[in-house]
């Protein structure tokens, strides 16, 4: 409820309807949903790529540097990328359990942060310990 009273203070915008309202809600949670999916799918398209030379040889350039280049990623967020999908090579269960939308893009990304500080043969521990708790 709002007061019309010159000293009320000012509640924001006038929303024209709740239709309104909702329609954009649902567009602002679809697209949220299609943005998590796009960066799965290019996470584990960079991971299935990355160290075996493709990006040189198709782009003449490092990945990290096509990432800058070509999609305009800012330093950290290549790094970011990069480092996850180089960990998840060694989490295929949290890369799976991503796939299947049952972690999202944030979980994700701080398993890998963490995971890279881990050595690769010590990962498999935590990636049945991940698969145990979902």
Do not use: F
């Not at 398209?45 to 990945?63: D, H, K, M, R």
């Not at 990636?127 to 979902?134: C, Q, T, W």
């Amino acid at each position: 409820m709002t007061s019309n009273h010159r000293s009320a203070p000012p509640t924001g915008p006038v929303v024209p309807s709740v239709a309104d309202a909702a329609g954009a809600l649902a567009s602002a949670v679809d697209r949220l949903a299609d943005a998590e999916r796009a960066i799965c799918d290019a996470v584990l398209a960079l991971s299935a790529t990355v160290g075996t030379g493709v990006c040189e040889t198709v782009e003449g350039l490092p990945p990290d540097l096509v990432l800058a280049n070509l999609c305009r990623q800012i330093s950290s967020d290549r790094s970011t990328i990069l480092t996850a999908a180089d960990v998840l090579r060694s989490l295929p269960t949290v890369a799976s359990l991503w796939q299947d939308g049952q972690l999202s893009w944030g979980q994700v990304r701080n398993i890998c942060c963490k995971a890279a500080r881990v050595r690769v043969a010590d990962r498999a521990v935590l990636d049945r310990r991940i698969a145990a708790s979902v």
